[in-house]
């Protein structure tokens, strides 16, 4: 069961090695080089795809807002920007919603998709056909796209042996992603972490909803303290990602809370590689996915169809 999911987790360090060599986004970076302003546009995983990329622009000392892709609009664009779409398949409505956007104000347009799609002939493909609905390999190598673009736009430690140093420590992962400590909970589970960490958080209790077929939310410390951690009890679970990341100690404080309520606490910390926060996530990305692997061989779920029933319905997909 779900061995397609465990293939395309598998895969990631190759497509990585794929993506470190920054010539191919050398001209879609000089698309984007003049820009006053950059948006990064996407849905689900997309978003966070974009999210990230965002955080690695400004890096760049770039003007980088990341939109959900039902939410970018012409009112919000003006002359100057330039805009970013990540569509795993080049089929979402949204994104192809928000690149017609783009051409029709003349604006600079970068697109990241897979390597099926034909329909966007000036597109960033990313090289491994997702053959789970649970997507996997699309996001991280999105993420490495993205920092290649950063890269180019001048963000320090993302060239190509940081890329291959992240492809090697991916390895490691896969090897031994120290899982053993995060026990399945009875009824929920919770994510957190500290800036960055808090979109991996998402991304991974999205990846854990889709596979294993559970309750997983995704919060920043801020948000679970304010309010969203009041349903929980000592039924659920909370998982902390890189608690040492908080300089303000909030995300520790948050765990220890749960722990004072009775509620399993585990945490999961990346080695410090010196790695910057777009690739210092994907590790950590890949973890999360052979969590929600595990979660689902555990509670006998087919992780490889994600979407089923009156959600999978062809024409509330086609909306947008």
């Known amino acids: 069961m779900t061995t397609a999911l465990d293939a395309m987790i598998a895969a990631q360090p190759a497509a990585l090695d794929a993506l470190a060599d920054p010539a191919p986004t050398a001209k879609p970076a000089e698309l984007l080089d003049p820009a006053s302003r950059i948006w990064l546009v996407g849905t689900g995983t997309s978003q966070h795809a974009a999210e990230l990329g965002a955080h690695a622009l400004l890096d760049a000392g ?3 807002r990341w939109v959900p892709a039902s939410q970018f609009t012409p ?3 003006r002359g100057g920007d330039a805009v970013i779409v990540i569509t ?3 089929e979402t409505p949204y994104a192809l919603r928000a690149r017609r956007i783009a051409l029709d104000a003349g604006l600079p347009l970068v697109t990241i998709t897979g390597p ?8 960033i493909r ?3 056909v997702e053959a789970s609905e649970t997507y996997t390999v699309s996001y991280t190598a999105a993420l490495t796209v993205l920092a290649q673009l950063a890269h180019h736009l001048g963000a320090p430690g993302l060239g190509k042996a940081a890329i291959r140093a992240t492809a090697e420590r991916i390895r490691a992962v896969l090897g031994f992603p120290g899982l053993a400590g995060v026990p399945i909970p009875g009824r929920a589970m919770a994510i957190t972490g500290p800036s960055a960490w808090s979109v991996t958080a998402r991304e991974g209790a999205l990846k854990i909803r889709e596979g294993a077929r559970m309750l997983c939310e995704g919060f920043d410390p801020e948000r679970l303290l304010h309010g969203a951690a009041v349903p929980y009890t000592a039924a ?3 998982l902390v990602l890189q608690p040492s990341a908080d300089p303000d100690g909030l995300t520790a404080a948050v765990a220890e809370a749960a722990r004072r309520e009775h509620i399993p606490v585990s945490t999961l910390v990346e080695p410090d590689l010196g790695l910057p926060d777009l690739l210092a996530q994907i590790p950590m990305t890949v973890r999360l996915q052979m969590l929600a692997l595990r979660f689902a061989r555990m509670r006998g779920q087919d992780a490889d169809v994600a979407i089923t ?3 999978a319905d062809k ?6």
């Open 62 to 64: 770039r003007d980088a």
């Open 75 to 77: 009112r919000l664009v």
């Open 88 to 90: 795993h398949t080049g």
């Open 116 to 123: 099926e799609t034909i329909e966007i002939p000036d597109a």
């Open 126 to 128: 990313t090289p491994v």
């Open 236 to 238: 659920d679970s909370l």
């Open 309 to 311: 029933g009156a959600w």
């Open 315 to 320: 024409p509330l997909w086609r909306i947008g």
